[in-house]
Nanobody
């Protein structure tokens, strides 16, 4: 059974950092494009970062460029999202997603409709 499980969320002070982790089980991530998405209350789920499998190219939402980094560890079937300078993020649930595809496009890679496999999410709250 293909499964993604996120961890690492929590409460972080403004200006702080956080690392989210996503563990895949039941499959290996070698040929998968992976992404991180977030959903704030009352808002649609939006793409934050993704790593296209075609050549490992990464894409980021404008709001997080320069502050967030997505990495994939194929050997351990892990995906990470390193988040720095957390100041303006609204409380949101962060989701990991994976799809057996190569998109060659930021719009597809960051688009939530492009993924079949999702984790259950982990809450991230920035507050003092």
């Amino acid at each position: 059974q293909l499964q993604l499980v996120e961890s690492g969320g929590g409460l972080v002070q403004p200006g702080g950092s956080l690392r989210l982790s996503c563990e895949a089980s039941g499959f290996t991530l070698n040929y998968y494009t992976v992404g991180w998405f977030r959903q704030a209350p009352g808002k649609e789920r939006e793409g934050v970062a993704c790593r296209d499998n075609n050549d490992g190219r990464t894409y980021y939402a404008d709001a997080v460029k320069g502050r967030f980094i997505i990495t994939k560890d194929n050997a351990n079937s892990m995906v990470y999202l390193d988040m720095d300078s957390l100041n303006t993020e609204a409380p949101a649930i962060y989701y990991c997603a994976a799809e057996l595809v190569e998109y060659y496009s930021s719009s597809y890679c960051l688009g939530r409709d492009g993924y079949h496999y999702w984790g259950q999410g982990t809450q991230v709250t920035v507050s003092s």
